[in-house]
């Protein structure tokens, strides 16, 4: 790959990377602090407390064994809200463990000897803390802050699943569209990011030193020390100014008015992209509303909560899913009955308005390379039942779980794989493709069953229900903007199952932006 391409990639995005690096800065500072604040506090607690040291520890040590997407989803549910503040907590939270520990052990390290010289001359215990203790355990407690800060960019990546920006945007986006530079474009900068912060409070510990005689007024080191002290502070004062110079950047949210703002999110894959795309365009060129995009946050519990807690104000669901993932309703294979009732149960339950279908069926499709299809004359999903204790499954984590997935197609055709593996929906295609596994649950409409040479199978005992992709959006954003309905209308009907694949393709095999693609559609169509 040529370096011009790669140069003008980052280019292109070179505002955004500003932007999210300035999130994460945030992300990173302000759960380092926190932690820093809790952990040192708590660390001298259970230095003078000896009885509370082993269930301190404990008890932050256990923090680190949960895995950082279930920390994030548990306080997304617990506080009911997406983006920074389950994140900030979370970190907070990791950051606890080594600067509790480096805390304790710096206290407790300090020489014996130095202790009984304190208390010789007179010192009360507090201030043979203060004045003795905390200045020589310093180097121990800010190696431990140093680790808490570098472990929290690292974990601050996996934050964008849940909408709270940082360079896991760049990242959460590339395994979305499985495209590699756009997982570069997090990656790299993060791993930089990290080195600069590990350098920053190093450089900040150094300041702390004592003063030495080489340190005369006018030398190098005594010039270099107060800036040296003030290195962590620049790099969050930095971080807020990308933060909040955001608008300015010509980064999309794009339109700028004064009729109001609505908040378009979508979920973590290609076509939900595009879908987004789609209804932010319309509606930055149909009213006069500022448009602000939450693309890529988890799966459609996260986007649901999202939307009954005000976070956001429309996306893209599907009627399966909204029937049998968020209602707990049975499976209702017409798909007009399918939509109006999910239509009038999320009327009744959660002050949410369907709007009409954007025209395709994107179901689940039990899906096998092309080639073991006809080797082993394979056309409907009961075909499968011979050979499903030696096939490897690999499904998303939603189908892996949900009523309408893996475990209420078993029971429906009677049959279980002799493997299941969790696959990002992004990594299933190739995985099924270069054998890792043999069976995969292939959206419909995703252009990668052709390119990768896949045969979906036919749901001969139909258990899968319609999944009409429509617009969802709060019933108090449409009666105070009813001109979201009206813009949104020109979208019913617009895109059938084959257009639809054609639009993933783009974006999927041909690495083309899902914004343009969208744009290019519109514009084709008359919309914009």
């Known amino acids: 790959m040529s370096a011009e391409p790669w140069i003008t990639f980052v280019s292109d995005h070179l505002s955004e990377l500003w932007i999210r690096t300035g999130e994460h800065l945030i992300l990173t500072g302000f759960s380092t602090i926190s932690a820093l604040l809790i952990g040192v506090p708590l660390g001298i607690l259970i230095f003078r407390n000896s009885w509370l040291r082993g269930p301190a520890l404990g008890g932050v040590g256990i923090l680190q064994t949960i895995p950082s997407l279930a920390m994030l989803v548990f306080l997304l549910a617990l506080l009911q809200k997406i983006g920074v503040l389950p994140a900030v907590i979370a970190l907070t939270l990791y950051a606890l463990l080594p600067i509790v520990r480096n805390t304790f ?64 945007q760049f990242i959460n986006r590339g395994l979305a569209l499985y495209n590699t530079r756009l997982i570069l474009l997090g990656a790299v900068p993060a791993a930089m990011l990290a080195l600069l912060v590990d350098f ?70 290609t076509e939900q992209l595009i879908l987004g795309e789609l209804m932010a365009q319309v509606l930055e060129a149909k009213t006069d509303l500022n448009v602000i995009r939450r693309f890529n946050l988890g799966g459609s519990m996260i986007c649901h909560g999202a939307l009954m807690n005000g976070e956001i104000d429309l996306y893209a669901e599907y009627t399966g899913t909204g029937l049998t993932a968020i209602l707990k309703a049975p499976v209702i294979a017409d798909p007009e009955k ?45 075909d499968l039942k011979e050979a499903a ?36 929906p992004s990594l299933m295609y190739e995985a099924v493709s270069k054998g890792e596994v043999d069976v995969i649950c292939a ?27 429509a617009p ?57």
Do not use: C
């Open 105 to 168: 052990t710096g206290l407790t390290g300090v020489s014996p000897q130095v202790m009984e010289a304190a208390k010789g001359i007179g010192m009360t215990e507090g201030q043979q803390l203060r004045m003795v203790r905390l200045p020589l355990a310093t180097p121990v407690i800010v190696a431990g802050i140093r680790t808490a800060a570098v472990v929290s960019v690292g974990i601050a990546t996996l934050s964008a699943f849940i909408g709270a920006g940082g360079l896991g």
């Open 200 to 269: 920053a409070i190093g450089s900040f510990e150094w300041g702390l030193r004592p003063v030495r005689k080489q340190d005369k007024p006018g030398s190098a080191r005594a010039i270099i020390r107060p800036v040296a002290l003030m290195m962590p502070l620049l790099l969050i004062v930095i971080g807020l100014f990308a933060y909040f110079t955001q608008p300015s950047l010509g980064t999309r949210p794009a339109s700028v008015s004064n009729g109001g703002t609505v908040t378009v999110a979508t979920k973590n894959f």
């Open 338 to 382: 399918a939509f109006y009732y999910v239509k009038a149960a999320y009327r009744k339950q959660y002050d949410a308005e369907w709007l009409r279908p954007f025209g395709f069926n994107n179901t689940y499709a039990i899906t096998v390379r092309t080639q073991d299809a006809k080797q082993y004359g394979w056309h409907t999903i009961s």
């Open 389 to 424: 204790p030696g096939l490897k499954a690999g499904f998303t984590a939603e189908f892996a779980e949900r009523p309408d997935g893996y475990p209420g197609l078993s029971k429906a055709y009677g049959f279980e794989f002799g493997g299941i593996r969790d696959l990002d």
């Open 443 to 469: 959206f419909a409409t995703d252009g990668r069953i052709a390119a990768y040479r896949l045969t979906p199978l036919k749901d001969d005992l139909q258990f899968f229900p319609p999944y009409h992709a």
């Open 472 to 528: 969802v959006v709060r019933e108090a954003v449409l009666a105070e903007h009813p001109e979201v309905e009206q813009a949104l209308s020109l979208l019913e009907g617009i895109l059938d199952d084959q257009t639809m694949q054609q639009l993933n393709f783009e974006v999927d095999a041909k690495k083309r932006d899902a914004g343009r693609v969208a744009s290019e559609f519109l514009k084709k169509k008359g919309v914009i």
